[in-house]
Nanobody, 115 residues
Framework: QVQFVESGGGLVQPGGSLRLSCAAS????????MGWYRQTPGNQRELVAG???????IYVDSVKGRFTISRDNAKNTMYLQMSSLKPEDTAVYYC?????????WGQGTQVTVSS
């Protein structure tokens, strides 16, 4: 059974940095493309960064140059390095395959950017 567990969120001041981790059960290499998503109250989850099995990446315009997605297939782990954080980055962050599979959603990790 596939399970993703997100961690690394927290409260950070504007301009600060956080590194999120996504631990996957099973072998993520076999999942192919994966992504980090975020959701704010009243809104749908949006894909903010994606990475293919071989490491090609995509980003939503609002995070380009500030976020970096990476994956370690040997450790079955994916990361999201976030820097120059803004209040509008506040959200619950989730990892999933790309495109997402409904039954794979985990609990997410809360990121709050506030002074």
């Amino acid at each position: 059974q596939v399970q993703f567990v997100e961690s690394g969120g927290g409260l950070v001041q504007p301009g600060g940095s956080l590194r999120l981790s996504c631990a996957a059960s099973g072998t993520i290499f076999s999942f192919g493309a994966m992504g980090w998503y975020r959701q704010t109250p009243g809104n749908q989850r949006e894909l903010v960064a994606g990475i293919t099995r071989r490491g090609s990446t995509i980003y939503v315009d609002s995070v380009k140059g500030r976020f970096t997605i990476s994956r370690d297939n040997a450790k079955n782990t994916m990361y999201l390095q976030m820097s120059s954080l803004k209040p509008e980055d506040t959200a619950v962050y989730y990892c999933n395959t790309d495109p997402a599979v409904e039954i794979y959603w985990g609990q997410g990790t809360q990121v709050t950017v506030s002074s």
